[in-house]
């Protein structure tokens, strides 16, 4: 019941917000956010699963009630978390409630109804997290794109409203591919499986596939089904080259939601690819792990090319988002338990470093109101400390050793380098690897023109020491970074128990 | 003497469709009515021709319900006419088009 | 108390009542036909159909026309002119739920309008043919039932008689309503032709002795299937439906859109489950005539929705969207097999229940916008969620669960009518088309819909208003129905076992 | 703590933790302490040193100490030597190498914390608890660099000390060009960690660990692979080894800025002089070339990888000493110094001289870092001038300063009996005995040995211009006094300079035939070493054979005499164009070559041009591209159904005669296709 009451105290607190007077939204939110931060925490240290909660492992939490008969299916409310789901759910509610206190400064017409929007928001990332029907899963997922869509458009920047439809409607259309496949897969499962519930569906695929369907053979069918389904998540990660709607979204969206946006939404992706492509099929991955290696590769190369080429800050960090989804790919594929579990990893380091530099990002624009490397330079001069964590997490995101990324990336490479699986793994990797050069590049090339040097600004604002709780939950976050990344362990044997059953089978 | 059923059939196709050409040429909405009448006349035909056929009534007490149901449409057409009139100053069913697209 | 006691004729009582209504309603015009007294007539308007509603509610949680021992089973009535099954009892809840909805919401909508009680009698009366209609049982009885349903209606759209665009919209749904009832009344004529009677399970006996009648058979079919493409706006059929529903007050609109789009599903549904069983007919006629329900709906769902893509006023642009859900439900025939598929059909009853919910509250949502008068197109709703917060988030909930968002009912049926087509297509490869045509339309609507809530959420007002009122009629109407959108996703085992049930009854 | 009584390397971590904890009190309370955090700093570098020391003594007591501290992650490696299961850990390894390391470091850490007092504090410089923060976190990183004990710590504190040479190259933040220069730093070192990256990924994934030394090292297992002719990554293992052995050398050509990754160096002088001489002469571009002594045994393994080694190495001194023969800024020419001392180094591990270039890391570190204290000094005497050609005649103002100098620049040049001479001269003479068997060797033995005579000249430029002549400017005129604080750092280094060549005089101890090897001694195990890590066992396994002309002492004193000859006739070269009362620079006398050095071989013009004349553009095409081709595609696909939907509603036309012909069309269509298919029309 933890979890219900995980979603529930943040659908409740979204609707308390929606209607709360706008002066006190703010701080009510952050308040109503507290709850389910601590919950979740709590569920963190008395958390008592083991193994992968898709193949037959201990769940944690679990709860299920019957809620419908489709046809011969059964649809049920089916929670509870696993290694995997557990690390992503704190990760939502840390980052919800510091994404609200960012909010404080930047939001100042009508913030109820935003605060209301970041709760609903929360909750509905947590069922993403916590699902483990499919339909449960796809209407919270599906449920996600409402409120970032209104995030996006009502608060967002000026060209937000071109963005916010593009946001829309293109991650809309991938879920649609997605879940299309997915229906022809379950009736391809013909009488093996009842009901939706993942675990059943998941058993069924790795114990004999799919009959087939449409006059195609089971293999046939398994293979377009993976297919359809990885360009379905694919534009959720994003990967090259469905990822154009993300800087558009990023850079137009308020921070706070650029901030739940690469923290959190964005491993929706690399979290539905986990459970779905890489749990559910593990012929498939092993018949296009060179293509799907390759995409990882060129999306962490190309997207690191292309935040070379931004002047705007939050494209900048956009784009090597794209880059370092690429390495969650590539671990992914890899099918190694440091592969694997790296990628995982990769998730909540990226969630939290992308969104720490979300956050330093919007604390200069609150101050200065501009995002352009060549309009500012010197900001160390006047609010050093945001400063000094911006490159912090500037090195963090470079993958600094003692910092989560490092941790996040080395075992990535270090899983994909050697695995079996890949064929042309060392090379792959090693390629692959390049991305920590070019992300010194540009990561550098914009502290130099922005932080450094004499101070100067083209915008007429005096500019003056960063708000206290801004400075206080980049902190937190720096905090957590560098935690993970002196203890992995922390997480990391949660996740590798959770991801040793997808790896174990036949590899 | 009788006459083959197919003939009945092959005279209401030939009102059906002077009807539905006139419901297609006719611009006055009279007239479009009473090509309506003609095609509604076309099923009736079928309906006694088809009602001896078969030996039962079914199909004239059909017809009979046609000939009272067409009467009201009238009516209500009628009346459609005449507000159109008052606001278009005119019968011609193709001048109204305000709404398109 | 149960309903044992009752005598069959009862079991009519949802379309009774309405009936009764409708004459009360006459009486009050007669005795004073300009009455301006709108509680009243409103009231007693909405008071029938909820009764009528509660009636057929009860009736079926009471298992009327349920079969199975403790049930009452199917109800003949005049030899089996009329039937009243679970089939008919849906269908009368979904209507009598849409006309209580327009008649609240008409309540503040016709304030300043002369004959209030005229066009509360013609409401009801039409959803008393729409009643009959679900209960009907015979081609004769249809056919009454459809122009029992159809006059009131052309009278309603051109309801408002100075106003050129009600007046227009009036003249073409008529025209082509006349027109459309001739090609029904003469496929009638024609299958009466081949098989020698007009009571549904009659025809599906005579079908044996119409061996060489097939072609003409086939032709009555494809009429009566013109007719009901009609009554469904169904391209080619579909001409009237966007100047009807733009031209027409709102609520009327609402009222056609969702009510009358019902009841033509509903016979529909009867006539071709009753009385062309599949192999049966397919033997005479030749070709399945799933294959014209399939094309009928792959080009209506495209046609609706296509054209809705562009449209710049929000009235037209639903009903273009009301035209791409006829498509949607057209599936419930098209994906129809020959070994069941209550699956599919009752996939379709349910879209038609919600659709009833989400789509009349859109409607009511452009009522509430003409009440206020702030303009009819996309721009003209800019920015109207600050001054009306409510009733702009039950609009985005209505947008959304059109476009079958999850979260909201709409995604249930819909992506139901997807999985049992997919189901379907494992035997039938051509339905993989019509999947596709589905999955495509669903993206283009998002798009269309999400527009309009940018418009209303998102864009800033163009011009600034002053504070808008907050008619009670139709703000109950329209909240009522967002809140039951919302709540059909977690409620929707219950419906989806009725819709299943009440398809399986009429499915041999 | 009874601990330092029976096992001292109990203490061993707090080596590296007193340093984090002067970072943090320094970074939190700066401000709000005397001397701006200086003072945490000093005692822990002190607290350090102690320790240190101490663990030197243990060592030299025979006792080594080699633990896991903590351990990071374990978990399933997929080895290509078949190992289950692999674990990442931190760890101490205290060996002789590591301990004389240890002490090094903490020895210069203590002196600059101590110099900085006068250079930074005394000059009222801002920002210094981050001055002080950022020197304690690199004394951190540096020191536990050096201990660590296996390559994946080292890595990570490699790229630490990276980090804070960035911001403390950067230290001056707001002018333009230190922000430049660290990023320069930064990348290039970056650029060279990948390939260190791999290396470290690589071996991992081979040998399934990357322990230094026992027998789960990797080193050990690298040799059992040969052994076994196994085939790794489709490599037979010798390849392999000598691969990741070079990737792992891509990380060392970084850090210790060999060709082609030099040009960072002398741009990082835009720093503090004191972090200047702390981090990029004595310490962190150590790290490289301790990082090849660390696992020697490795590159012992590959006689390939180990010419390589020595050929840049031999490159490098000779390429770096000529470009420092022209430059004007002091620091400068300091810079170009280290990075062609830093090749001797590596020719001498090369060369398999492991002693021999660990004891010229070891002398280097002392007198390079006088130097640059030195010029430090110097630059505080002239308000911060740099330029030599504007000094001139300090000799007598600053004494102090000017012997301690003279020291630096003697042991650099290597002139007997100062330090340099002696470590100089044995990595030379390693450097012969073994070119007279291989080629490449010989030439690169050739290119240290000129380099010899341009480091003598410079050297001794350096000394002439800034010391000797007349004053060439008023603030030359009177200097800027310097404090004790100054001169004790100085004054330190300037005897370690000049004695710490003696504690292995080879050639001494070969002609005479007594025993004062002790630096040998001491690297070789015979007071104390782990398995595995000694001179003579690396001496073992590397493949190179070795000669003599006539015998060992006639060779080793013929090289010694020529290096030595060498040295002073730069010296002398030096002397006579520059120890004049009004020196000029000699352009002419160079020619075409001047300008050619003064633009460093144009160096840095070309890898400029890798960054913003092939990189950048290349990435703005990759974002045109993509603004307009990809994302055309998915904005072109909405363009196209709306277009179609546009189309498509004027079939409504509004005229209502049309609807009934479109209608009837319609119907008609249906009727066509399924009479068709029904065949009613038979």
């Known amino acids: 019941m933890m979890i219900e009451a995980l979603i529930a105290v943040a659908l409740l607190g979204a609707l308390v917000t929606f209607v709360a007077p706008n002066r006190i939204a703010g701080k009510l939110a952050f308040a109503i956010s507290l709850v389910p931060a601590a919950i979740s925490l709590w569920l963190f240290t008395a958390f008592d699963g083991s193994g992968n909660a898709l193949l037959d492992g201990e769940l944690a939490f679990e709860s299920q009630t019957a809620w419908l008969e489709i046809g011969d299916y059964s649809v049920s409310w089916f929670v509870g ?245 690429g390495y969650v790919i590539l671990g992914l594929v890899a099918s190694t338990q440091f592969g694997v579990g790296g990628a995982t990893f990769q998730m909540i380091s990226h969630g939290l470093i992308s969104g720490l530099m979300f956050m330093a990002v919007g604390v200069i624009y609150n101050a200065t109101h501009t995002r352009m490397v ?96 801004d400075v206080a939950s980049m902190v937190v976050l720096l905090g957590l970074i560098i935690a993970l990344g002196v203890a992995p362990d922390l997480i990391f044997d949660m996740i590798t128990d959770a991801i040793d059953p997808i790896i174990g089978g036949e590899r | 003497m009788t006459v083959d059923v197919q003939y009945y059939v092959l005279l209401s196709m030939a009102v059906f469709c002077i009807g539905l050409f006139g419901v297609l040429t006719r611009r006055n909405a009279l007239l479009f009515l009473m090509s309506v009448e003609l095609m509604l006349n076309a099923a009736n035909i079928n309906l006694i021709a088809f009602s001896f056929y078969h030996g039962n009534l079914t199909g004239q007490l059909f017809a009979l319900f046609t000939m009272a149901l067409a009467a009201a449409e009238v009516a209500v057409g009628l009346g459609i006419i005449l507000v159109l009139y008052r606001n278009f100053r005119d019968v011609d069913v193709t001048v109204p088009t305000t709404m398109r697209w | 108390m149960a309903v044992l006691e009752l005598p069959d004729w009862t079991a009519l009582a949802p379309a009774l009542i309405l009936a009764g209504t409708a004459l009360v309603l006459f009486l009050l015009d007669s005795i004073n036909p300009r009455s301006t007294n709108r509680s009243l007539l ?23 026309g349920a079969t199975g021992i403790e049930n009452h089973g199917v109800i003949d009535i005049m030899g089996g002119q009329f039937i009243v099954d679970q089939l008919a009892l849906y269908f009368m809840i979904i209507i009598a739920v849409v006309t209580a909805l327009v008649t609240v919401a008409s309540y503040d909508y016709l304030r300043d309008h002369t004959y209030q009680a005229e066009y509360y009698s013609l409401v009801v009366l039409a959803a008393t043919g729409m009643s009959t209609m679900a209960a009907s049982n015979s081609l004769v009885t249809i056919f009454i039932a459809l122009e029992l349903t159809s006059l009131p209606s052309y009278a309603l759209v051109a309801i408002l008689k100075d106003n050129r665009g009600s007046v227009e919209a009036g003249l073409k749904y008529f025209l082509i309503g006349a027109l459309s009832s001739a090609i029904f009344v003469y496929g009638v004529s024609l299958v009466y032709g081949a098989t020698g009677s007009l009571q549904l399970e009659a025809i599906a006996d005579g079908l044996g002795g119409a061996g060489e009648m097939g072609g003409l058979l086939g032709l009555g079919i494809l009429m009566l299937i013109g007719g009901i493409a009609f009554k469904t706006a169904s391209v080619p059929f579909h001409f009237w439906a966007p100047e009807a529903y733009e031209g027409a007050p709102a609520p009327i609109s609402a009222f056609l859109s969702s009510a009358s789009k019902a009841a033509g599903f509903v016979l529909a549904f009867r006539v071709f489950a009753t009385a062309f069983p599949l192999e049966a007919t397919t033997a005479i006629i030749g070709v399945d005539w799933t294959l014209a329900f399939v094309i009928l709906a792959i080009v209506t769902m495209t046609v609706g929705n296509f054209a809705a893509a562009t449209q710049e006023n929000v009235k037209r642009m639903l009903a273009y969207s009301s035209i791409g859900h006829a498509g949607y439900v057209l599936i419930g025939l098209a994906a129809l097999s020959a070994d069941g598929g209550e699956l599919v059909m009752g996939a379709a009853m349910m879209h038609l229940l919600v659709y009833g919910f989400m789509n009349t509250g859109a409607f009511l949502f452009v009522g509430l916008a003409e009440y206020w008068g702030v303009g009819r197109t996309f721009e003209d709703y800019n920015g109207l969620s600050e001054q009306a917060p409510f009733a702009c988030a039950a609009m985005a909930v209505f947008m959304f669960s059109l476009a079958g968002i999850p979260l909201f009912g709409g995604f249930w049926s819909k992506y139901l009518l997807y999985t049992a087509t997919i189901d379907a297509a494992a035997d039938n490869a051509i339905l993989l088309v019509l999947a596709a045509a589905l999955v495509v339309n669903s993206a283009l609507s998002l798009y269309y819909y999400s527009r309009l809530v940018k418009a209303l959420w998102i864009e800033d007002p163009v011009t600034d208003r002053d504070q808008l009122a907050k008619p009670t009629g139709l703000y109950a109407a329209i909240i009522a129905a967002a809140v039951i959108t919302v709540l059909i996703l977690p409620a929707f085992g219950p419906i989806a076992d009725a819709a299943t049930e009440a398809a399986a009854a009429i499915i041999v | 703590m009874a601990g330092l009584a029976t096992d001292p390397f109990g203490f061993a971590p707090a080596i590296a933790v007193f340093p984090l904890v002067a970072f943090v009190v320094a970074l939190l309370f700066g401000e709000h302490l005397p001397k701006k955090g200086a003072l945490p700093g000093i005692i822990a570098t002190a607290g350090s040193l102690a320790i240190s020391l101490v663990m030197f003594v243990a060592v030299g007591g025979g006792k080594t100490h080699h633990a896991t501290l903590y351990e990071w992650t374990n978990g399933a490696a997929q080895s290509a030597t078949g190992v289950e299961t692999i674990a990442f850990s931190f760890g101490i390894l205290i060996d002789p190498l590591s301990a004389l390391m240890l002490v090094i470091v903490s020895l210069v850490a203590l ?159 835009e720093g503090p002089t004191t972090v200047s001489a702390l981090i990029h002469a004595a310490t962190m571009v150590a790290a490289g070339v301790y990082l090849v002594a660390r696992m020697f045994g490795y590159y012992a393994l590959s006689p390939t990888a180990l010419a390589i080694i020595a050929f840049v190495g031999g490159f490098t001194a000779l390429f770096a000493a000529t470009m420092g023969v022209v430059k004007d800024d002091v620091k400068q020419v300091l810079a170009y110094s280290t990075i062609s001392q830093y090749g001797y180094m590596m020719l001498g591990l090369g060369v398999g001289g492991y002693v021999a270039g660990v004891f010229h890391l070891m002398n280097h570190a002392f007198f390079k870092a006088l130097l640059f204290l030195g010029a430090g000094a110097v630059i505080i005497l002239m308000h911060h001038e740099q330029d030599m050609w504007e000094m001139g005649g300090l000799k007598d103002k600053a004494p102090v300063t000017y012997y301690t100098f003279l020291a630096g620049a003697l042991a650099l040049a290597g002139i007997v009996p100062f330090s340099g001479f002696w470590s100089k001269d044995e990595v030379l003479f390693d450097a012969l005995i073994v070119g007279l068997e291989q080629p490449v060797i010989l030439a690169a033995y050739a290119m240290g040995l000129i380099a010899v005579f341009f480091t003598g000249v410079y050297t001794f430029r350096m000394v002439f211009l800034t010391f000797h002549g007349e004053p060439r400017s008023e603030t030359a005129e009177d200097p800027h006094p310097v404090g004790w604080a100054v001169k004790a750092p100085l004054i330190v280094l300037g005897v370690l300079a000049a004695l710490t060549g ?138 196209i159904s709306l277009f179609g939907s546009d189309r498509l509603k004027r079939i409504q036309t509004g005229i209502v005669t049309n609807y009934a012909a479109l209608l009837v069309g319609g119907f008609i269509g249906l009727l066509l296709v399924l009479g068709y298919i029904g065949g009613w029309f038979a």
């Open chain 1, 81 to 325: 978390l696993d290694g995997i789901s557990l690390p992503l759910v704190v990760l939502t509610t840390i980052l919800c409630t510091l994404a609200i206190v960012s909010s404080w400064t930047p939001i100042d017409e009508r913030e109820s109804q935003f605060y209301g929007l970041v709760l609903f928001i929360e909750a509905n990332l947590i069922g993403v997290f916590a699902a483990l029907d499919f339909f449960v899963w796809f209407i919270f997922w599906e449920a996600v794109l409402i409120p970032m869509y209104l995030l996006i458009g009502i608060w967002g920047g000026p060209r937000r409203k071109y963005a916010a439809i593009k946001f829309f409607v293109y991650t809309n259309v991938a879920s649609l591919v997605m879940f299309g496949s997915f229906i022809a897969l379950v009736f391809g499962l013909g009488d093996s499986v009842t009901s939706f519930a993942l675990p059943e569906i998941a058993t069924a695929m790795v114990n004999g596939g799919p009959e087939g369907l449409f006059g195609l053979g089971g293999t046939a069918l398994a293979s377009v089904v993976f297919v359809g389904m990885f360009l379905g998540f694919a534009v959720k990660v994003p990967v090259v080259p469905f990822h154009t709607w993300l800087p558009d979204a990023h850079v137009e969206a308020p921070t706070p939601a650029s901030i739940l946006l690469a923290g959190v939404l964005l491993k929706m992706g690399t979290y539905a690819l986990l459970r779905f492509n890489f749990t559910m099929f593990p012929d498939q991955v092993e018949l296009y792990a060179v293509p799907i290696a390759a995409i990882a590769v060129i999306s962490v190369i190309y997207g690191a090319m292309l935040a070379l080429a931004q002047t705007d800050l939050k494209r900048i960090v956009a784009y090597s988002s794209v880059s370092s989804m």
């Open chain 4, 111 to 269: 002196l600059v914390h101590v110099f900085s007092l006068g250079y930074m504090n005394a000059e009222g410089e801002t920002g210094l608890p981050r001055y002080y923060a950022e020197l304690g976190l690199f004394t951190f990183s540096m020191l536990a660099f050096v201990f660590a004990d296996n390559l994946l710590m080292a890595f990570m504190f490699f790229e630490l000390v990276g980090l804070c040479s960035y911001l403390l190259i950067g230290f001056w933040f707001r002018t333009k060009s230190a922000p430049s220069a660290a990023k320069k730093a930064f990348l290039v070192t970056r650029f060279g960690d990948y390939f260190f990256l791999i290396g470290v990924v690589a071996i991992a994934a081979t040998f399934g660990t990357v322990g230094f030394a026992g027998e789960e090292s990797f080193v050990t297992a690298a040799e059992t692979a040969i052994d076994n002719e196994a085939t790794l990554f489709g490599f037979d293992a010798q390849t392999w080894v000598t691969i990741t052995g070079l990737l792992v050398l891509g990380g060392v050509l970084g850090k210790s800025a060999q060709f082609p990754f030099h040009t960072w160096l002398p741009d990082a002088m």
């Open chain 1, 374 to 469: 060549t309009d500012m330079s010197g900001m160390a001069d006047r609010m050093p400390i945001a400063v000094g964590i911006l490159i912090a997490g500037a090195f963090g995101y470079m993958g600094l050793p003692l910092m989560s990324g490092f941790a996040a990336e080395y075992f990535i490479f270090f899983g994909s380098f050697g695995s079996e699986l890949l064929a042309y793994s060392a090379l792959f990797t090693s390629v692959a690897m390049f991305g920590i050069v070019i992300v010194a590049g540009y990561l550098l090339f914009a502290l130099q023109r922005t932080v450094f040097g004499p101070y100067s600004l083209e915008t007429d604002y005096d500019v003056g020491r960063a708000p206290v709780h």
């Open chain 3, 42 to 64: 409103a009231g007693t308007a909405v008071v029938g159909s909820l009764a009528s509603l509660a009636v057929a509610v009860w009736y079926t949680a009471a298992g009327v």
């Open chain 4, 502 to 639: 003696l504690v292995n005089m080879a050639p001494v101890a070969h002609v005479l035939g007594v025993d004062i090897t002790f630096l040998e001694f001491w690297l070789d195990g015979e007071y104390g070493a782990v398995e595995g890590l000694t001179y003579h066992e690396y001496s073992e396994t590397v493949a190179f054979g070795e000669s003599y002309v006539g015998s060992e002492t006639v060779t080793m004193l013929l090289s010694a005499g020529l290096s030595l000859g060498l040295a002073l006739a730069g010296a002398f070269t030096a002397h006579t164009l520059y120890n004049v009362p009004e020196p000029d620079r000699h352009m002419t006398k160079l020619g075409g070559a001047y300008g050619l050095l003064r633009r460093n071989y144009y160096q840095d013009e070309y890898q400029v041009w890798l960054a913003e004349g092939l990189t950048l553009p290349l990435a703005r095409a990759a974002d045109r591209f993509d603004q307009t081709v990809i994302d055309g595609v998915v904005n072109g696909t909405s363009t």
